[in-house]
T-cell receptor
């Protein structure tokens, strides 16, 4: 079945640093979503991408829909302590009706 | 506009019991999906309902079932609970099933089976 891989699995960064993470698959997707989840809470939608090559920003967050449609990237600029959490990517293919989720990237921000 | 509401937030059940979880989607959303989240397995898709019909099903045993009502509210039922069913159960609502519809999650129900 379809699977998504996320890297890195976890990362520790200093406050103020920029962060990059990605999501890859062997399958093509038509929609990519990025979520952030705090402990004990549901994932919160950060950015949605619908077109190959699309670059979308939401404040300090920027995400891109890869040209091959098999990957997506999320960047966070000037990280702050509240950026701590798990970041999930999710993909939806044209034939699929439910999203496939990656395993997540756990981000820790050191003061 | 109210978000996705899941009740209850926390639940403790004994092995062998059954449990029903509830999800009220965002107003106007007709699709509700359920996920099980555990530390080791991540987000696992259970099933999706659209207009009261189950449209997709994940790879879970028949002890896991669900339904959707005419107002799009959905319930998930787990019978004969096992210790391994302890997890955060999340529901997500979408306006439709097209590739341009985003999924919004509720806060989840934390189920602990003892």
């Amino acid at each position: 079945g379809q699977q998504l891989n996320q890297s890195p699995q976890s990362m520790f960064i200093q406050e103020g640093e920029d962060v990059s993470m990605n999501c890859t698959s062997s399958s093509i997707f038509n929609t990519w979503l990025w979520y952030k989840q705090d402990p004990g809470e549901g994932p919160v939608l950060l950015i949605a991408l619908y077109k190959a090559g699309e670059l979308t920003s939401n404040g300090r967050l920027t995400a891109q829909f890869g040209i091959t449609r098999k990957d997506s990237f999320l960047n966070i600029s000037a990280s702050i302590p509240s950026d701590v959490g798990i970041y999930f990517c999710a993909g939806l293919s044209g034939g699929g009706q439910n999203f496939v989720f990656g395993p997540g990237t756990r981000l820790s921000v050191l003061p | 506009k109210a978000g996705v509401t899941q009740t209850p937030r926390y639940l403790i059940k004994t092995r062998g019991q059954q449990v029903t979880l509830s999800c009220s989607p965002i107003s106007g959303h007709r699709s509700v999906s359920w996920y099980q989240q555990t530390p080791g397995q991540g987000l696992q898709f259970l099933f999706e309902y659209f207009s009261e019909t189950q449209r997709n099903k994940g790879n879970f045993p028949g002890r896991f079932s669900g339904r959707q009502f005419s107002n799009s509210r959905s319930e998930m039922n787990v019978s004969t609970l096992e210790l391994g069913d302890s997890a955060l159960y999340l529901c997500a609502s979408r306006r439709g099933q097209g590739v341009d519809t985003e999924a919004f999650f509720g806060q989840g129900t934390r189920l602990t089976v003892v």
